[in-house]
């Protein structure tokens, strides 16, 4: 699709080096919050038990009292975070794979309730191995959304994904998910289509088992490969094929019609007003906690420390984990950023935005607002509010898949900066380095 063509590359553009900034290693903690803002709070869990070759989120090997003394070091750095005075809204706990240790997860949301009083929704996300009555009854009443990482049902895609080994065959995936059918408010299913061998066919599949996991929620996720990722997937597996994902999109929007209703760009629910993991649409401001994790606050993009070591001692010395920051974000792409992000949720409020930055939208952003009209990606835009069509849809997937992908390339070079020792002791395991892939 020409149109996608066209944003994805001026995404790539504009994306460039966004993370790149300035090493702030002498900071103590984030800039003082806005005492009227609920922010949200992401919590990071870089701990596997297999490393995905296609994922570049920080994540290592699981080792127990690793985990242990590094949930020890997050609730610490939480407590930071209260002492500053920021309150949240909402907490996402993302990984890795944070049910790793279900007793240090329980602790940790306990402590953020009772830090946070304001926390009205947790989610987190776990694997398909976790799911079970240990983990419903350690969760159950702290978790409000639980979003376990599926990703296809097809034993071969599973097997290239490096995750039928741990989290076994596509059958017995379906029947763990099944298990846990109405036992949270918000039961998630994460899939991912337009890997290079997927075809039409495995994902039609894909998408009539969903239809029988008694999930409440699915997210199809296009595969958000960094510019390393993409070339060793195209010497082992194949290469992307960025022509046929809109085909594959309008076929998961059909598909899933009449079960599930569009929540974002990508994520489908029973019901519309369910919790959604893109907490950009709710919480335009986030404090990440954790090793890796990420912060957007005042305009700036703040980045942790992705080496364990130096993550338990800063916090030891009282510092946040905070080591970069990148250049505050100029007034247009701050307008550009609430464009997207409502977008990506569905509806772009138009009078909020007026009252936000002083001018409509189609004052602050001409170009794009006369693109979107001119492909047809807008379904409602009258003056209070613009709505897309599946095609406007597509295109907040395609320019979200874009930018988790720059995200992605920084997370893939910061790990690759780790110590030699470092690097091969969370990332290399009986021989197999996944690091880079």
């Known amino acids: 699709m020409l149109s996608e063509r066209i944003l994805t590359r001026v995404t790539r553009v504009l994306n460039r080096g966004y993370l790149n900034g300035e090493h702030v290693d002498d900071v103590v903690r984030l800039p003082d919050p806005d005492p009227e803002t609920l922010y949200m709070l992401y919590t990071h869990v870089p701990f596997c038990r297999q490393l995905c070759t296609y994922c570049s989120f920080n994540r290592f090997y699981f080792e127990e009292c690793r985990a242990r003394a590094y949930f020890k070091s997050l609730r610490k750095e939480m407590r930071m975070v209260a002492d500053q005075g920021y309150r949240f809204g909402a907490m996402y706990v993302g990984g890795g ?9 329980v602790e940790t949301i306990d402590l953020a309730k ?8 947790v989610s987190s996300e776990t694997n398909p191995t976790d799911l079970g009555d240990e983990l419903y009854d350690a969760l159950h009443g702290k978790v409000d959304r639980l979003s376990v990482g599926v ?4 034993n071969d895609l599973l097997h290239q994904m490096s995750r039928y080994a741990t989290t076994g065959s596509a059958e017995e995936t379906l029947a763990a998910v099944q298990s846990m059918q109405g ?7 994460d899939m991912i289509f337009n890997f290079p061998s997927q075809t039409l066919a495995t994902l039609e599949r894909d998408l009539d088992l969903i239809k029988q996991t008694g999930c409440n929620q699915t997210t199809f996720y296009p595969l958000m490969a960094s510019p390393l990722r993409r070339k060793q997937l195209a010497e082992t597996i194949g290469k992307i094929d960025y022509g046929r994902e809109f085909a594959m999109y309008q076929l998961i929007c059909d598909r899933l019609a009449d079960s599930f209703v569009p929540s974002s760009a990508w994520t489908f629910s029973a019901d ?5 993991d893109e907490y950009v649409v709710d919480y335009p401001e986030y404090v990440g906690i954790g090793s890796g994790a990420m912060s957007y606050l005042k305009g700036c993009n703040y980045v942790n420390t992705f080496s364990l ?3 338990h001692d800063r916090i030891a010395a009282n510092k946040m984990s905070t080591i970069k920051h ?16 409502q977008l990506f949720g569905l509806r772009l409020d138009k009078k909020d935005f007026e009252r936000r930055y002083g001018m409509t939208v189609e004052r602050a952003l001409p170009l794009e607002m006369d693109y979107m009209r001119l492909i047809g990606a807008f379904d409602i835009n009258n003056d209070e509010e613009i709505t897309l069509t599946d095609k406007g849809r597509y295109l907040m997937v395609a320019m979200m898949r874009e930018t988790l992908g720059s ?6 070079r910061a790990r690759a900066s780790l110590s030699r020792d470092e690097y091969h002791e969370l990332l290399v395991k009986d021989g197999v380095d996944v690091g880079n892939g």
């Open 272 to 276: 519309p007003d369910m919790i959604i």
């Open 114 to 121: 009772s830090l946070f009083p304001d926390i009205a929704d």
């Open 326 to 341: 990148g250049d505050p974000q100029g007034r247009l792409s701050a307008m550009r950023y609430t464009f997207a992000s």
């Open 407 to 412: 995200s992605n390339d920084y997370r893939d």
């Open 151 to 154: 990703q296809s049902f097809d």
């Open 97 to 105: 794979t944070p049910t790793v240790l279900l007793d240090e997860l």
């Open 183 to 189: 036992r949270f408010h918000s039961f998630n299913v």
């Open 309 to 311: 070591r130096e993550y």
